[in-house]
């Protein structure tokens, strides 16, 4: 068998064993956070929306480990001919990356409030102000379902942000980058693990548009939307590629939840953006620029490396020995992939 035939044997072996522990990945998670519909007709639906956020991300908790743990098991010989980074206990690796200490703590949140700051705020800002049709759309998508707390008043509104932006960003950042973006870079290139966990973050957000509530909308905001959310999942997965740290994602997405929630009910209740601009965006904006400056070395620094991983994507992965053509096929098979597991996740863990 030629070299050629042998790299691209090993590209595909990857993903595809990375695929098997993705479903039953995803089937525990499917078993595990149907536990709270059993809820749905004992508990007050006031009560039942903020706890079935809050049973839905300690389930996913429990969830990745365990199966993890259950996937190593099934596929321990068999992954060990595709594996590049020795993986003694995928279920620790993944717990890990919740590990806070008094050392790293001041530089966890440093890095949350960055993220925040830097990418969250002024993308929501630029997009809201630039496509208005976006706010629109996602007021119509994201009220559809279990987020009725939207349609209350600012204290019940108010008591469901508590819990549920928190809750929400533990799901998606522990499922998307803690088990996704983590656990593809033990079975090949790291950077194909950014790029299929975030294609599958932004499908995840252009999914919306494919529920009922947006029947007859514009594809244009779905599209934007995705484009956003694709641009986020690959910074937050490079966070993790190389410090191994899930709370900054997790914190600057929660924050982030909470502004976009208030957004969503100041223009559902017919508030112009123009009051959010200007008592939330702006000085949040500013507050940016202040932090930028002062962390001017630092910032230029974590980007300097950022561009040059990103660009190693692009380029031929010694380890494997890739000819120019399987670098082609890899950054297909990505994206493919990416939308298949975005398949599979649509039917379970959406």
């Known amino acids: 068998m030629k070299r050629n035939e042998i790299t691209l044997k090993l590209i595909v072996k990857q993903r595809f064993y990375y695929l098997f522990e993705v479903l039953v990945i995803f089937i525990g998670i499917f078993l595990f956070t149907s536990i709270p519909y059993g809820l749905v007709n004992l508990i007050d639906p006031a009560i039942f929306e903020p706890l079935y956020y809050v049973l839905r991300a300690a ?72 496509s208005p049709e976006t706010l629109s759309y996602q007021s119509t998508v994201l009220v559809f379902g279990y987020n009725s707390y939207f349609f209350g008043n600012y204290v019940i509104f108010l008591s469901s942000i508590i819990f549920i932006p928190l809750c929400v960003a533990i799901y998606e950042e522990s499922l998307t980058r803690g088990f996704l973006a983590n656990r593809g870079s033990d079975y090949f290139n790291e950077m194909s693990a950014v790029i299929i966990s975030s294609f599958f973050f932004g499908l995840g957000h252009f999914g919306h548009y494919l529920l009922n509530p947006s029947s007859g909308l514009s594809i244009v905001s779905p599209l934007i939307w995705f484009l956003q959310t694709f641009f986020v999942g690959i910074i937050l997965a490079m966070v993790i590629q190389r410090r191994h740290w899930i709370f900054p994602g997790i914190f600057a997405h929660t924050l982030n939840n909470v502004i976009t929630s208030h957004t969503i009910w100041n223009y559902i209740h017919g508030t112009d953006f123009s009051f959010m601009t200007m008592y939330v965006y702006l000085p949040l904006l500013i507050m940016g620029i202040i932090l930028f400056i002062w962390q001017f070395s630092r910032i230029k620094e974590s980007l300097s490396i950022g561009f040059k991983e990103f660009k190693t994507y692009f380029a031929r992965d010694k380890i494997i020995k890739e000819s120019s053509s399987d670098v082609i096929i890899r950054i297909l098979m990505d994206f493919l992939f990416g939308l298949i597991i975005f398949l599979i996740g649509y039917f379970t863990v959406f």
């Open 59 to 130: 389930l996913i908790l429990i969830a990745i480990p365990l199966f993890l743990y259950l996937a190593n098991f099934l596929m321990e010989k068999q992954r060990k001919k595709v594996i590049l980074k020795e993986d003694i206990s995928p279920s620790k690796n993944f717990l890990n990356l919740f590990k806070i200490t008094k050392k790293n703590f001041k530089f966890q949140l440093l890095y949350g409030v960055l993220l925040l700051l830097l990418i969250f705020i002024p993308l929501d800002f630029f997009t809201y102000l630039l």
